[in-house]
C-alpha cells in the first residue's frame, strides 16, 4: 500500500539499489574451464578431423555410403554386359556371323 | 609476482603467469561481464573470451595504461560486441516470424539478479537492470563502470578512451534516462 502512494521514493530506493553492491564471482574451476576452452581453439585441422572420422555416426554413414555405391556399381556392371550381349548378337544375326569353330571348317557339308 | 612481471612472464609464453593473471582478475572481468550482458551463462563465455584474447594479444599490450585499464577495454568491447549480435538475432527472428517462419520470435530474457546485490535490494536491483540494459551503450557502460565496479570517472575516461567532462556527462545523462524509465515503469506497474 506503501509502495503504490509514494512511487518518488521507490524510484530513489531503486536508484539506489546497486548502493553497497558486492563484485559477482565467476563458479569455481573457472581456469579449468578456460584452458579446456582453450584446448579446443588451439586443436589442429588434423585433430579435428581424425574427431570427426571417427564418430560412431560418422563410421556407420560412411560405411552405409561405401556399400550403396558398391552395389550400384554392381547393378550398372551388370546392366552394361546384358546390353553388350545383346548388340552383339543382333550384329551377328544382320551379317550372318556365327560363331565358327574348327569343327564347321572340318565338315563343311554339314 | 607483481603486473608488469606477470605480463613480461606472460608474453614470454609463461602459462603459470597466465594462471596467476586469471586467478588474479577473474572477479574483476566477470562482475563487469555480467553487468553489461545480464546473464550469468553469457558471462562465463564472455570472461573466457576475455582471457584468450589476453592470452593471445598480450604482445600487443604496450604498458601505456595499467593492466586493468586494458582488462575493461577487452570486457566492455566483447560485451558490447555480444549484446549487438543478440539484438541482429532478435530482429532477424522477428523477420522471419513474419514471413511466416515456424522459428518462434526469441523470448525476452529472464530477470536478472545480480548474485552481489543485499537481499533486501533484490527485486529493486531487478528493476534498475531492465533500465540499465534500455540505456545507449555509451551511457550504459560509464554507469554500469561506475555504480557496479566502483570506478572513479578518470578510470572509466581511461577505458572509453575519453575525457573525464564526458564521463561525468554520461553518468549524469544515464541517471536522467534511468529515472525516466523508472518513472514510466512504476506509474504502469499493476
Not at chain 2, 614470454?12 to 562482475?31: C, H, M, P, S, T
Not at chain 2, 523470448?107 to 540505456?135: C, M, Q, Y
Not at chain 2, 561525468?168 to 506497474?189: D, P, Q
Amino acid at each position: 500500500m506503501k509502495r503504490a502512494q509514494d512511487p518518488e521514493s521507490r524510484i530513489i530506493a531503486t536508484l539506489n539499489s546497486l548502493e553497497g553492491i558486492q563484485r559477482a564471482k565467476p563458479a569455481p574451476f573457472f581456469f579449468t574451464r578456460l584452458m579446456s576452452k582453450m584446448q579446443i581453439k588451439n586443436e589442429s585441422g588434423w585433430e579435428r578431423l581424425v574427431v570427426f572420422i571417427t564418430r560412431p555416426s560418422v563410421a556407420m554413414v560412411t560405411v552405409a555410403l561405401i556399400i550403396f555405391l558398391n552395389m550400384l556399381a554392381a547393378y550398372h556392371e551388370v546392366e552394361r554386359n546384358a546390353k553388350t550381349d545383346i548388340v552383339e548378337q543382333s550384329y551377328a544375326d544382320y551379317y550372318y556371323v556365327n560363331t565358327s569353330s574348327l569343327y564347321d571348317f572340318e565338315n563343311p557339308e554339314q | 609476482m607483481n603486473e608488469r612481471n606477470l605480463v613480461e612472464k606472460l608474453k614470454q609464453g609463461d602459462e603459470a603467469a597466465f594462471k596467476e593473471i586469471v586467478d588474479k582478475w577473474q572477479d574483476l572481468v566477470y562482475n563487469t561481464a555480467i553487468a553489461i550482458v545480464q546473464n550469468e551463462q553469457d558471462a562465463e563465455d564472455l570472461a573466457q573470451e576475455v582471457f584468450i584474447q589476453v592470452y593471445e594479444s598480450i604482445h600487443q599490450f604496450k604498458e601505456q595504461s595499467k593492466f586493468s585499464t586494458w582488462l575493461y577495454r577487452i570486457t566492455v568491447s566483447k560485451g558490447l560486441d555480444l549484446l549487438r549480435k543478440k539484438k541482429t538475432r532478435k530482429r532477424f527472428a522477428f523477420m522471419k516470424s513474419l514471413f511466416g517462419s515456424d522459428e518462434q520470435i526469441i523470448k525476452e530474457p529472464p530477470d536478472f539478479f545480480h548474485p552481489g546485490i543485499a537481499l533486501d535490494n533484490k527485486e529493486s536491483g531487478k528493476v534498475l537492470f531492465r533500465a540499465i540494459a534500455s540505456l545507449p551503450e555509451n551511457q550504459k557502460i560509464a554507469f554500469t563502470l561506475h555504480k557496479v565496479e566502483g570506478l572513479s570517472h578518470q578510470e572509466i575516461s581511461e577505458i572509453m578512451n575519453t575525457s573525464v567532462a564526458a564521463v561525468e556527462s554520461l553518468v549524469h545523462r544515464a541517471r536522467a534516462n534511468l529515472r525516466k524509465i523508472l518513472e514510466e515503469y512504476y506509474r504502469h506497474e499493476p
